[in-house]
């Protein structure tokens, strides 16, 4: 199993619920390690197949980027890096709307409170769904930043949302809607302490689900 999002470094090997042995990698986060995995196969006629699993990893002792600007690019990746980069920007450049209001969607915004991106999104929810409340956890917020009052691009809405994702409409109880907003404000409290005292360690580890 190759995993990945979760910004931590993995190697071992687990036993599944069969009693097989299963090799588990993850390779940290932001270009911090490289992780080379070998899959040695022997099949043999008339019987079952066995791997064999080994790993290599490469890492320094700590994430700098500098030191990852000071690393040369390939020029073959580079330059189709670049094509693909041309290709897409007139595309990302096409207009799709205008907004007569900034639209507040920094990473500590979302996460700390009321913003007009996150009034935006739930109201498009409702008016698709006909729904009676709509919500969108932060995290699901993506772009980062904020979009200044004018013209909106479809490169705007591709970096709030870069994902799949799809709109689900569900009947719930009160008592399951009283149960996620509390969840969900003493979150937002946790991460307002955390952005007042300026230091990233300080947020809470599932910040974007207020």
């Not at 320094?60 to 500098?66: A, V, W």
């Not at 330059?79 to 595309?91: K, M, T, V």
């Not at 009321?114 to 739930?122: A, D, N, P, Q």
């Not at 591709?158 to 994902?163: E, K, N």
Request: proline content about 2%; some cysteine; charged content about 25%.
């Amino acid at each position: 199993w190759i995993a990945g999002h979760e910004h931590i470094s993995l190697e071992e090997q687990v036993t599944d619920k069969a009693g097989e042995k299963v090799y588990v990698l993850e390779a940290g986060c932001y270009g911090s390690k490289v992780d080379v995995t070998r899959l040695i196969f022997t099949y043999e006629k008339g019987a079952a197949g066995t791997y064999e699993v080994s790993g290599l990893t490469v890492t320094p002792e700590t994430y700098q980027e500098d030191q990852m600007e000071a690393v040369p690019s390939d020029e073959t990746v580079a330059a189709l890096f670049q094509s693909l980069n041309d290709a897409q920007s007139e595309i990302l450049r096409e207009k799709i709307g205008e907004t007569p209001k900034k639209l507040e969607a920094e990473w500590e915004s979302v996460r700390t409170g009321e913003t007009t991106m996150g009034r935006l999104i739930t109201s498009a929810y409702l008016k698709e769904s006909g729904a009676d409340i709509a919500v969108e956890n932060a995290g699901g917020i993506r772009t980062g930043r904020n979009i200044e009052a004018g013209d909106v691009t479809k490169g705007d809405a591709i970096d709030t949302f870069p994902y799949g994702n799809y709109l689900v409409t569900k009947e719930i109880t009160g008592a399951q809607l009283k149960e996620m907003l509390e969840i969900s404000i003493e979150l937002g409290i946790q991460n307002k302490a955390a952005d007042e005292v300026g230091e990233y360690d300080g947020w809470p580890k599932n910040s974007g689900s207020y």
